[in-house]
């Protein structure tokens, strides 16, 4: 995949899914990688299923033992659907000084749990 292609689906996971600052849009790309990764190549595939699921699993524990929990809102400290929370986003740079330090984390999680893990 492309960075345009890949940059395209990712578009709605900004802002804990399309602002809705459920689970942080770094982390649910990390899952995504990890299905595309290991997921089922056929529906009746609970091998790979099964351990897709454990993969999920062992990156959304690890993202919360360095961050504290998966939750854009929570990680943010602000409400990005209020004026005050797109202000306060855009007064302390949230974007670059936490951000990009969870894109960061899910990728090197990432790197850590999928050599082996790949077909």
Known sequence: MGQAEA??????????????????????????????????????????????????????RRFDALHGCLQCRSLLGCDLNTEEGKAQFKEQKLRDTKCSVYVRDACRLLEEMLPEQAE
């Open 7 to 60: 940059l395209r689906l990712a578009t709605g996971f900004g802002g804990g899914m399309g602002l809705l600052q459920e689970v942080c849009g770094a982390v649910t790309g990390a899952f995504m990688v990890i299905g595309a990764c290991c997921g089922m190549r056929e529906p009746a595939d609970k091998t790979a299923k099964d351990r897709t699921y454990s993969l999920v699993h062992e990156l959304g």
